[in-house]
DNA sequence: CCTTGACTTAAAGTGAACTTCAGCCTATAT
DNA sequence: ATATAGGCTGAAGTTCACTTTAAGTCAAGG
């Protein structure tokens, strides 16, 4: 697969993906004999997980981390299982501000459009 | 209440407090005689929904819009419904993500657990 | 009076995450 | 063979949300 074939396929830039791999968030891709880049079932897993994991929040280091990790081999289980949880909790935080802000909105959409019906605003 | 009061009830920088003010994010704060802002009981909750919203990643910009058309008057009672809409709309596509990428979080890390224990990486 | 903290505008700096650019190379179709 | 579409690189540029700096003025309390 070449990288606008994956650009497509995740619906991100061919320049993000190269962003992606330079920067770590996955390992080297492939490459054929002229140098252009080849995307492989492999490839593009760590392409999907590295787009859901920043679209979610985890900083492009984290990710980095991770895969830096997973390519030093099987002795960095552990710290690799503490990073995960790290960032799992790092989530749930941001996950509960966000349940917050949206009871918040929910409210006041609510007082909106009671106010909107009723035609006052005055609560 | 002075910005460093409020700093500190709401643990951010005076300067973002200022920030904050400029960029419109909270309606211009009382000032007394010699011209220093005085947080009144409204203003901290402008300061308050701010910080809410922000944090759970609203943009400056759509905060600044919604307090504009606060300041505007009732006239703005459906725009303001409608940019407190959207503005849902888009924080839900960011929590399912999060729900998303937390699910993927969760299966590494019980398939990290079950390797721990077991000694093998096979999977 | 003097210190401490607040005020101003305007601009530069920071860090994160891309994005764009310039200039060159590869692949494929004609 | 050549045109053209797409890929490559490193470096510089952009955007967002602050944060800091400069270079002052002003105010409240001991």
Known sequence: MTISEVSRLYNISADTLRYYEKAGMI????RTDGGIR?????????????ICLRSAGLSVEAIAEYVRLSLEG???ITPRLLLLK?????????????????????YKILKYEQAQKSGVLEW
């Open 38 to 50: 080849d995307y492989g079932e492999a490839d593009c897993s760590w392409v999907e997980l590295a």
């Open 86 to 106: 790290e960032q799992r909790e790092l989530l749930m935080g941001k996950y509960e501000k966000m349940r917050l802000a949206m009871e918040r909105l929910d």
């Open 27 to 30: 390992p080297p891709v492939g």
């Open 74 to 76: 099987e002795d960095t």
